[in-house]
């Protein structure tokens, strides 16, 4: 069972920058962050995923350009910079991970959220 921490979140203003950080408690082949926001279904932000050698990154349409998702190979965990922030970012954030399976990524674990607020 693959536990999650993550860290990070809060209230920034408008064009502001934050990190959020996830590590889990051992090697997993796919972790990333998704978000909600009031009245809305979760959504993806940023995915990352290891399969067969290679390492991919998927990220949001709307997100494009101003989130970077990053895997430090030090840790069991990714990094979600995000800079150019707009009110509509604002959102309940929660890191997911899991395994690989068929070359898609099994989100099994999630975190309980972190709260992003841009005012």
């Known amino acids: ?3 999650l921490v993550e860290s990070g979140g809060g209230t920034v203003q408008t064009g502001g920058s934050q990190r959020l950080s996830c590590d889990a408690s051992y090697s997993i082949s796919c972790i ?4 909600q926001a009031p ?3 979760r959504e993806v932000v940023a995915v990352w995923r290891h399969r067969r ?3 991919f990154v998927t990220y949001a349409e709307s997100i494009k350009g101003r989130f970077t998702l990053s895997k ?3 840790r069991n965990g990714v990094d979600l910079q ?3 922030l707009k009110a509509e970012d604002t959102a309940m954030y929660y890191c997911a991970a899991g395994p690989v399976r068929g070359g898609s990524c099994k989100h099994n674990y999630w975190t309980e959220g972190t709260q992003v607020t841009v005012s």
């Open 1 to 3: 069972h693959v536990q």
């Open 32 to 35: 990333g962050w998704f978000r």
């Open 39 to 41: 009245g809305k279904e």
């Open 53 to 55: 050698g290679d390492d």
């Open 72 to 74: 430090d190979i030090r």
């Open 82 to 84: 995000m800079n150019s």
